[in-house]
């Protein structure tokens, strides 16, 4: 998921399940919109931006970094860790998977794991923030659903989660309260560094302007659609190999952009597992993260799925 609500509040009667009773700011809206829509803008003029300058490989270098750091952020620290407690990590580790996250420009990081945790509580069923089943099964509500669950959602006014119901042991921690306070901090620091790294590398304005198109703007944008796809794509399409209660999908194309948080059927069935593509050729970067992280000792209590576990919950290939 991405973006939870932060920022002025109106009461609003008649919320979906697990939402408060209120409403997001138009302020806050607007600055969601701009988000969004600035780094898009960035994506569709990629192309022929590309064809006519060439994608250096200093500006491929620097963005792809920053979508590695940032995304790992999103799936090894906002989602693995913080929202399913996947593993334990030290306070050092945990302000730096917190701020790398938030670097992705998917919320702050207390109202990002309320929303997920929400999503799961209620997955594909009335209160699910996000679903693409949630205007039925027919191609109409299915195409309304798939807009509403990979982008639209985000706009609906009603889509409130209370951080102090569905994350209360972050709303406890004095420190991830104050880094996520900090989001707009977070976001200028993610998106300054590409064209301060760009200028330095190559001495020259152009340096920088380069590296700030692909590496903040058209970097933003890629890593926001690949994490609205798992919310509406891994729940539409792809394959069930294990038993679940809701729609989630192994989804195969999207493993290496999604750093492995396509194998969405398997988390479904167990979301605190450290990995989420436990089959032999399941690309799971962020597994491999987290492996590292291991043997480095700088984490404890990694929850690796056991086969046991896998067995029981297979059913076949579909």
């Not at 509040?9 to 607007?30: N, S």
């Not at 195409?143 to 119901?165: C, I, N």
């Not at 799925?305 to 297979?314: E, L, Q, S, T």
Request: hydrophobic share 45%; glycine share 10%.
């Amino acid at each position: 998921m991405i973006y939870a609500a932060a920022g002025s509040r109106a009461y609003y009667q008649g919320a979906p399940e697990g939402a408060e009773l209120q409403l997001k700011g138009i302020g806050e809206q607007v600055a969601l919109g701009l988000f969004i829509a600035v780094p898009l803008a960035a994506v569709a003029a990629a192309v022929p931006l590309a064809w006519g300058w060439g994608l250096s490989g200093r500006d491929a270098l620097i963005a792809i970094s920053m979508y590695l750091i940032t995304g790992h952020g999103i799936t090894v620290g906002f989602h693995r860790h913080f929202a399913h407690r996947a593993f334990t990590a030290p306070r050092w580790l945990r302000a730096t998977l917190a701020v790398c996250g938030m670097m992705a420009v998917q919320g702050p990081v207390i109202d990002w794991v309320a929303a997920h945790r929400r999503h799961h509580r209620f997955s594909d069923r009335t209160g699910d923030p996000h679903s693409p089943w949630r205007y039925g099964h027919s191609f109409k509500g299915l195409a309304k659903g798939f807009g509403y669950a990979h982008l639209g959602w985000l706009f609906d006014r009603r889509q409130v989660t209370s951080a102090e119901k569905f994350a209360p042991d972050l709303c406890r921690d004095r420190s991830i309260r104050r880094l996520s306070r900090a989001f707009p901090v977070w976001v200028a620091l993610s998106m300054l560094l590409p064209p301060l790294a760009g200028g330095l590398w190559s001495w020259s304005w152009r340096g920088a302007v380069t590296a700030f198109f692909w590496g903040s703007l058209v970097r933003v944008a890629a890593l926001h659609h690949v994490t609205f796809a798992i919310n509406s794509v891994c729940h539409l399409v792809g394959r069930t190999p294990f038993r679940s209660k809701d729609q989630s999908r192994n989804v195969w194309w999207l493993a290496l952009p999604s750093m492995g948080e396509s194998w969405h059927n398997f988390h479904h069935c167990e979301p605190t597992s450290a990995r989420h593509g436990v089959g032999r050729f399941e690309i799971d970067t962020s597994a491999g993260v987290i492996s590292v992280l291991e043997r480095l000792h700088c984490i404890s209590d990694v929850r690796w799925p056991d086969r046991a576990a896998v067995a029981r919950r297979f059913v076949a290939a579909s």
